[in-house]
Structures are given as structure tokens and as C-alpha cells.
């Protein structure tokens, strides 16, 4: 069995008791992320049964919920009204997370370069957890829908910008991190024993770069390359991903991998 998914698992997100205790905390609010939440794994669109099942709320809480959001905006009915949908005000907030990033301010001049230097894709993702989430996408002409939307995720075990985070935590936080990850191959070639993944970040740590073949597409290679805040930590990763019909791995390190690790650099905040 492979997976086939266009969002990966960010890991544990419960609250605490003492959260929840906090007079601070708005259960509302929570509540209405949560129905939002509901269509992060959908196909298409939900009833007000799917969302409340999704949601973790009953369906009068979830008709309330809907109701309120579709008057802002942020969800709305499909075309044949058949169920909901999240609503355009919601890329509102996604614009807004992305232009006062400083990270994503920093790397994207970078990144137009690199793309101009490389003429391969070039990605940047932001460390979360169990998965590593797209926030630059600079596309070649043939690409998936999913390999071109902002917002998309993949595990951290299995990717080459993962293996470069990786590469900068302590073996205790990765195991720990490999543990909780569902680690269902994408692949025939995807690395899911622990073992195999540690030796793989083991060879990134040593190298200082990773190069990832066949883990999350059939035929593609990608190189991956930290990216390390003030303080030593990896906060994201550059990724320079191509196709095995057009590189041989000893080419691709030796002609992508200088400019991938010189990105990374001037991203960094050292």
C-alpha cells in the first residue's frame, strides 16, 4: 500500500488541560478552527454530517460554525451545491503569513537566483514537526498540481529537505520524530525503517547536504539543504528537485549541489 496525499501529518496538536484551563483560551475559536480544519484532508466537497464528524463537534455546533464562517467568507457552497467549501477569504491569511515572514522574505530573492542558475524546481519548506510544509515553489514547465501549490506537505522522514533538517536535531528528537510519523511508503523505494532513515541522516549530517532518489516520486531526485536560525536550529530547508532521465546522481551533486548549499548559507541566519 502507498500514500497518495496532498497534506501530511504536522503531528500531536492537543491541547492541555492546562490550556484548555487558561482564561485566556476562546473554545469558540478553537471550535471554528476546527471545522475549518475538517477540510484538510477532504477530496472534495463536505456535508455538514462530514464536518462535524471531521470537526469533533456535534452537528449543531457544526451548523452554527458553518453558517457564521459562510457569512465571512471563509467557507462557501460547491457549485452544485452539493456540500462546502473552504471560501476565498481564507487565502486572505495565507497571503498575509507569507509576505511578513521574514524567512520567506529573506530566501526568495535567493531562490529566484538559484531557480535561474539551476532551471530545475526549487522549493523552500518550513520545519513542522512530523512534516516539512511548501512556502516557495519555483516551478520548471511540467509539473503536478500538488508539486505547485504553496501550503502543500510531505513527511520529514522521507524527503530530502527533511533529511537535512534532520540532519541538525539530536538523535533523540529524531527518533522521536520517527516514531510518531505514519511512515507509509509513497514509493516501491521510499526508506521507512529507522534504522535506514538514521543511516540517511547520518550521510546528510556528514556531507552537509542530502539526495533523495525515488522517496516521494517515482523517477525524481532532489537535493536538500538546511536552513538554520540564530541560534544553530534548522527552521527550513532549500529543495532542488529534477528528473532521474535527465541526471545521474554523481552529475546532479556535482553541478546542483555547491549552489544549493550556497542558498541554504545565505538564507541562514548564522
Known amino acids: 500500500m502507498f500514500r497518495n496525499t496532498t497534506r501530511a501529518e504536522p503531528g500531536l496538536r492537543e491541547r492541555t488541560r492546562q490550556q484548555r484551563g487558561d482564561s485566556l483560551f476562546v473554545q469558540s475559536v478553537e471550535r471554528a478552527m476546527q471545522v475549518l480544519s475538517a477540510f484538510h484532508y477532504a477530496d472534495g466537497p463536505l456535508t455538514l454530517s462530514d464536518i462535524a464528524q471531521r470537526a469533533g463537534v456535534d452537528r449543531s455546533a457544526a451548523q452554527r460554525m458553518v453558517h457564521t464562517l459562510r457569512a465571512l467568507g471563509y467557507i462557501r457552497r460547491d457549485a452544485d451545491a452539493h456540500g462546502f467549501l473552504p471560501g476565498i477569504r481564507i487565502l486572505d491569511h495565507t497571503l498575509d503569513a507569507l509576505r511578513l515572514d521574514p524567512l520567506v522574505r529573506r530566501a526568495t530573492p535567493v531562490l529566484q537566483e538559484l531557480r535561474r542558475s539551476v532551471r530545475e524546481r526549487i522549493d523552500l519548506s518550513l520545519f513542522d514537526d512530523l512534516r ?106 532549500v529543495h532542488i528537485a529534477a528528473s532521474l532521465a535527465d541526471w545521474t546522481p554523481e552529475d546532479y551533486a556535482a553541478r546542483i549541489v555547491p549552489l544549493g548549499q550556497e542558498a541554504a548559507r545565505a538564507i541562514s541566519q548564522y
Open 132 to 237: 516539512v510544509v511548501y512556502a516557495v515553489r519555483l516551478q520548471t514547465k511540467h509539473q503536478t498540481l500538488n508539486s505547485s501549490l504553496v501550503g502543500h506537505s510531505v513527511p520529514t522522514f522521507c524527503t530530502s529537505g527533511g533529511w537535512a533538517i534532520l540532519s541538525k536535531l539530536p538523535e533523540d528528537t529524531v527518533r522521536g520524530i520517527l516514531e510518531r510519523s505514519d511512515r507509509t511508503p509513497f514509493t516501491p523505494h521510499t526508506i521507512t525503517d529507522p534504522e535506514a532513515i538514521l543511516d540517511k541522516v547520518a550521510e546528510t549530517r556528514a556531507n552537509g547536504y542530502s539526495l533523495a532518489l525515488n522517496q516521494i516520486l517515482i523517477g525524481e531526485i532532489a537535493a536538500g539543504f538546511p536552513v538554520l536560525d540564530t541560534d544553530g536550529r534548522p527552521v527550513a530547508a
